[in-house]
């Protein structure tokens, strides 16, 4: 071999060795990237349970409904009418839009927003 060609040789592994070594300098850092888990936070769950304490109609329809844990929530989609009693469960989910909706054990389901 030449000598100019074992020079290219030895230019083009050392580029690779440096392409090589910059990917794994860059996976490094995105691995040391905490996560929920990592850092001790457990995810926050899709949807809850909750056990119906009392339900309040409000004059323009809509209610507000108290739960057994003490969490008070709001209807805030005035079109929907649900029928809540006292004792049934019911599922609070987040909507892939940022809202909660409130889902009955009929089916019948309606935007919600926490109060406290």
């Known amino acids: ?14 580029g690779l060795a440096a ?6 300098a860059a996976a490094a850092v995105i691995s040391t990237e905490p996560t929920q888990a990592q ?3 457990q995810p926050e769950p899709k949807s ?4 119906v304490r009392y339900v309040d109609k409000r004059p323009g329809g809509e209610f507000t409904v108290t739960f057994d844990n003490g ?3 709001q209807q805030t989609d005035r079109s929907q009418k649900i029928v809540l009693e006292r004792g049934e469960q019911v599922v609070i989910r ?5 809202k909660f909706t ?13 109060l406290h």
């Open 94 to 98: 987040r909507a892939t839009t940022g």
């Open 39 to 41: 850092a001790g936070q």
């Open 1 to 14: 071999m030449h000598l100019s060609h074992v020079v290219r040789k030895a230019a083009c592994i050392a």
């Open 102 to 114: 409130l889902v009955s054990r009929s089916g019948q389901s309606t935007y919600v927003k926490r």
């Open 71 to 73: 969490e008070v929530w």
């Open 19 to 24: 392409i090589c070594a910059a990917s794994v």
């Open 48 to 51: 809850l349970a909750f056990v």
